[in-house]
Structure formats: structure tokens, C-alpha cells
């Protein structure tokens, strides 16, 4: 069986149990799981226009949220900011192995599901130390910085929504995209908890919740990422 697809460009497979993303059908099959459902690979312009767009409006929040974070002493904000960039290279190293083998797909999934695993691990300590050392950050910085990245969160899911589902690349993305979202509305909520208790712990709580979202999605990705990374083994060597 080919690497890449186990299907034909003609047809895809015809035991698919649900609708494909619709871009496979004009760009050709591309990986098929057990069931002979085809994997959206990502392998589609109009896909990797989207990419491109999403990249650029992740590294401008990184930059304004990170200055904000400093600014405003608040962790929970650098973590949100911590996780545009994350994603901005994310999203890179994405659109990079689009068009791979599956093995090398699968290779950058299981660096991106490590990364936020160390993400995660930075997110709690980082806090913690913000907490009990630094003391209390500022939540009306907090609270403007998050509601002003709501639109280019929601932008970006609202972009990636019809890709959630494809390979460990592809979905990855998603994950990421839907962490960055996630985050910011919770932020909201510890600015809304550090102004209202004049106590820094509701940052540390919030903090702890994204760094529960990053490791969770992490996970996935490396159980995905793990799976696809022994088919492509297999096949390069059948």
C-alpha cells in the first residue's frame, strides 16, 4: 500500500461513514484510516491560504500580549501570549510538512505534542512563582489585552473550524487554534476574579486550567502523531 493514500485520485474510499473535508476530493486521497475513511492531509490551497493568514494574526498577538503581560505583572496574560507564539511556529512547521510523507507529518505532530507538554509545565511553574513572589498583577490590563484578542481568537477558529479533522498535522493545528480561544476567555475570567478579590489566586487558578488544555491536547496529538508515525514506518518498509 502507498504511503500516501490508500485510495485512488479518481475515488477515495467508498466506505467513508461520514462527509470528508470537501477540498480532499480536489486534491486527491490522502491517508485512510482503518476503516477506509480518508484523512484530510491538509494537501489544499485554499487550506494553506488560511494557514498563512492564521500565522500572521497569531505572531501579532503574541507581540501585543506579551507586551501587556510585562506591563500588567500577569502570567495567566504571558501564557495566552506563550501560546500565540506557540502557535505561530506551530502553524509554520504545519504548512511546512504539508505534502510530506506520512512519517514526516507525523514526526512534526509528535514535536508539537511535546512542546505543549512543556508548555504546560512552564504555564503552572511560572504562575506559581507569579503568585507567591512577584505578587498581584494588574486585571484591568489583564481583562482589555483578552477582550481585544477575542476577535482574532474567534477568527482564527472560525477559519480552521471545517479542518478539525484530518491527520496529526492537520489536527494539530485545530487543537491549537481552539487552545488560543479557550485561553482567552478564561484570562477575561481571571481578570474579572484578581479585580474583584484583590488576590492574585484566581490568576494561578486560571493559569492551572490552560496549563490542564495544553497538556490534554498534547496528549491527543501524541497518541494521533504516535499512530500515524508506525503506519508510515510500516509502509516505507512493506
Known sequence: MPEESCCSHDACCEKAAKPRVEEVATSGCADCC???????????????????????INAAMFVSEMVAGHLAGSQALKADALDFLADTVTYGLSLSVIGASLKTRATAALFKGVSLSAMAAWVFGS????????????????????????????????????????DANVRSVWLCSRNDAVGNVIVMIAAVGVFGTGTAWPDLAVAAVMAGIFLTSSLQILRQAWAEYRGGQAAATA
Open 127 to 166: 504562575t506559581v512563582y507569579q503568585t507567591l513572589i512577584l505578587g498581584l498583577p494588574r486585571a484591568e490590563l489583564m481583562g482589555a489585552m483578552s477582550l481585544a484578542a477575542l476577535p482574532a481568537n474567534l477568527t482564527s477558529v472560525l477559519l480552521l473550524a471545517r479542518y478539525k479533522d484530518g
Open 34 to 56: 482503518s476503516a477506509g475513511v480518508p484523512v484530510f492531509d491538509g494537501l489544499d490551497p485554499r487550506y494553506k491560504r488560511i494557514l498563512w493568514t492564521v500565522i500572521a
